[in-house]
């Protein structure tokens, strides 16, 4: 097959029809002509059948080109030069043609969008991020727009052959429809999809690179819906990398110049949305959990007012030609929403209702970096629990940089008693404590000047500037810690954790009830509620971990020593303060 594509820069591509025919594609035609061979003959022909006779009367791009025409491509708002170009190309449509592919659009098939696919090999396809969307998932985002006040315009930013917009156009019956398509075949090919489906009136498609496109703002709500186009990095010219860099630095963002297009089109999505529009896409689901993808977990928690996610396993094929999993996101712009809806699909008959799944707090997705393990539950949860993460964050001690230096010894006596913290330093002393930390008798101090010494005078400045050379001369300015804090004698404990946990030993951790407000080191976490506790939850709370936590939840090293990173410790299951009280819970 000979194809003419013309790079007007790197990334921006036009492509042009040239004489494309399938005479060069053997392998196509054969798989057409064996279809054909196996039809049944004598019976009316079915559906199936006639859309691959159909497809195969389709042999080149000006065939196709010629039966958008004739099905009324040009009535559809914002024809351009490009397409008239194309149009001049157009070969003649044999009325046959032109009948089964109006069934079969009326049918709600993509006749054309099937006979475009075939025409454009998957490689060309594939530089344009040309992969059209299954019409399962398609009804699945629409399914959830409906449930939503209604739109009163749609606009599909990539628009392809149409197939959002059209479903669009028959769910929303008042609203416009705007595509917007950079590659000029593709857009005729929406037209006439559009205008087969009785839809002309209502629809615009504007031939431009989205990212640059001039899409007015209404008075009404927009819906954005599609599939933005997946365009590695490497493709991407360099004036659009700065565009990218400069209008996410608009919006207080860092974008790596790694992003694919898909990147672009939610930040492009973000400059052209105002608040209280709505929008679902489905993209590649890699950004959850890359560095480049934090512009996109930045725009979809900020901006976009991101509302739900839904990850269809790479086991439900969402793109029949790619072995990848797919995130199709929801959001409405201005929101900020205190949780988001997060799903995993294993199966596309499972996307039906797609506002479903579990809430994990906002908070929890800004702070990590990737997003796929809070996604996946961690084994089944019995009705009313919650991962502890939802009720308290976790947060690892300060690491002092040198102990032997900043907890305090016989020599420190002096020190003011304002610098000179209670602290839990061993694992020990929580093990000893049982369910309570009373009072801190027994606790050694941790040395914690303030950043500003000029804060302390007299008597007492002289006391902490003795005690400061002493450090210095142990080299406790010199530690990798010590360097990168804001002033290299100030350790910075964290306020005191509610609950302080064990969390590396050969034995399930201790949670402890920290009514002395101790403060920790890197030795403990502390667990700190994101809400207001009574003493009584916390009390119950740290019971039931205590009881209820066994160390396969953790990370098991060699010889048996039980780790847990804050975020594994998030994870435990925990009965939902809201729904059971945990003042006297007990482990099941
Ligand atoms: C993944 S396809 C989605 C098509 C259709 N919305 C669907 O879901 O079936 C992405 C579309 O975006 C178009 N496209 C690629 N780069 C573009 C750009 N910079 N501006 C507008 N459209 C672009 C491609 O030609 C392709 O038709």
Known sequence: MRQNRKAVDDSSMVWSVGRTTLEAEPAIEAFDRASIRHQPQNLLMSRENSTGEMIHAIR?????????????ARDVAGWSPAEEALAATASTAKPNVVDWALDAIRMGEDPLGDAFCQLRTPAVRRAQGATYTPSRIVDAMLGWAGSLPRPDRIVDPGVGSGRFLRSAGRSFRRA???????????????????????????AQVILADYREATIPLIDGRTLFIGNPPYVRHHL????????????AAEVGIHASQLAGLHAYFLLATSMHAKKGDIGAFITAAEWLDVNYGQLLRELFMGKLGGLGLSIIEPSASPFPDAITSAAILRFE????????????????DDLRDLADGRLIRRERLEAATRWTPLTRPAKRRPEGWVELGEICQVHRGQVTGANDVWIAS???????????????TKARELFNAGETLADTTGLRRVIDLPEDLDVICGSERRVVEAFLRRAKALGADK???????????????????????????????????????????NIAHGLYPRETMTKAALAGLA??????????????????????????????????????????????
Not at 236 to 247: D, N, P, T, V, Y
Not at 488 to 502: D, E, H, K, N, Q
Request: charged share 20%.
């Open 333 to 348: 712009v201005g929101t900020r929403a205190r949780s988001v809806q997060v799903r995993r699909v294993g199966d596309l």
């Open 410 to 424: 016989i020599m420190d006596i002096d020190l003011p008693p304002e610098v000179l913290f209670p602290t839990v």
């Open 479 to 521: 530690s990798y810690t010590a360097r990168n804090r804001r002033a290299w004698w100030s350790v910075g404990l964290r306020s005191p954790a509610p609950i302080l946990a064990t969390y590396m030993a050969r034995r399930p951790p201790a949670f402890v009830h920290n009514v002395a407000r101790a403060r920790h080191i």
């Open 543 to 588: 019971r039931f971990l205590s009881t209820g936590v066994n160390v396969a939840e953790g990370r098991t090293y060699g010889g048996g020593l039980t780790k847990f990173e804050p975020k594994e410790m998030e994870r435990i299951l925990v009965p939902d303060p809201k729904v059971l009280p945990l003042a006297g819970t007990t482990a099941s």
């Open 60 to 72: 080149t791009e000006t065939d196709l080109v010629a039966l958008a025409l004739r099905l009324g």
């Open 236 to 247: 991407i010219s360099s004036r659009w990398k700065q565009w990218l860099r400069a209008s």
């Open 176 to 202: 416009s429809l705007v595509g917007v398509e950079l590659d000029p075949l593709a857009a005729i090919v929406a037209r006439a999809t559009l205008a087969a489906s009785g839809l002309a009136r209502r």
